[in-house]
């Protein structure tokens, strides 16, 4: 479990649902609820949060005991347009609360991201949330928000996985009191299965590789929000709280993390999303 600072816990592994969709998606969903899976994480640009909704619905699992968490886009950082997004996000959801709202990307060029939190706290103060997060912050972005807010969001999702470990922002968000949300846990296309930091605790310990990734970011203290429509898998990536990496090998793969390691380039002082 992770704990935040009122003390609430989120689960050790999240569900991450970009870009389960349509039928499909809403069967992957609810595959994950049954495997045990007690937090949803979707977007406005996502584009299926009436399917989390719908999943949630379907899988019987009390709304209380499952988490969900949206993100509103980059046009709404506007004040109104951000509180606006929650409300249409709640309809979609078929929800009367979302747990977590994120502001998606900061968009430094549009000079909002702070106004967005803003929004969101609102938001939270009205009921509709119950806790606010951001999502590719960088470390000076959240000090703006502390200033504004004289709060720090309770998570920051950010790229997280063995080719980018984001150990200086891991450092500032320990001393902020901000859980790290890791999204793309794995490093899709680029994960690091065959590298032996990797490779060499998984034989060790009798696991797959993907496990050793996910097991790499609990004992970092991160929440990893990995995807997978396939229900062995699912299981496969929530089955990690019982395995043990060694100090060694946590700065081994800690240690496989290159400048360039980012998926596609996403650096939040330049990268924005509408």
């Known amino acids: 479990m992770h704990t935040l600072p009122d003390g609430s816990t989120l689960p050790h592994v999240g569900f991450g649902t970009y870009p389960l969709r349509g039928e499909e998606g809403i069967q992957a969903m609810v595959s994950a609820l049954e495997a045990g899976y007690r937090y949803l994480d ?7 949060e009436r399917e989390v909704g719908e999943a949630l619905r379907r899988s019987g699992v009390p709304r209380a005991e499952v988490l969900v968490a949206t993100k509103i886009p980059g046009r709404a950082h506007e004040h109104d347009a951000a509180v606006t997004s929650v409300e ?3 309809e979609r959801l078929g929800l009367e609360q979302v747990d977590v709202a994120l502001v998606h990307w900061p968009n430094p060029s549009q000079g909002r991201y702070v106004e967005a939190v803003q929004a969101l706290v609102e938001c939270r103060d009205r009921g509709l949330v119950r806790w606010v997060g951001t999502s590719n912050y960088t470390a000076a972005h959240l000090h703006e928000v502390i200033d504004a807010t004289g709060e720090a969001p309770v998570l920051n999702q950010v790229e997280c996985h063995p080719l980018f470990p984001q150990s200086d922002l891991l450092a500032v968000h320990e001393e902020l009191g901000v859980l790290t949300q890791a999204w793309s846990p794995l490093g899709k296309r680029q994960a690091q299965y ?14 797959s590789p993907a496990q ?19 229900p062995e898998r699912q299981r496969a990536n929530l089955d990690v709280l019982d395995l043990e990496l060694t100090e060694q090998e946590v700065e081994a793969i800690t240690a496989l993390g290159r400048p360039d390691g980012r998926l596609f380039g996403g650096d939040p002082e330049v990268h924005e999303e509408m």
């Open 42 to 48: 979707t977007a406005v640009n996502y584009e299926n």
């Open 212 to 230: 050793v990734i996910l097991r790499w970011h609990l004992q970092r203290g991160v929440m990893p929000l990995p995807k997978s429509g396939t």
């Open 194 to 207: 065959d590298a032996e930091a990797v490779a060499g605790p998984a034989g060790r310990l009798g696991v």
């Open 88 to 90: 249409q996000s709640l």
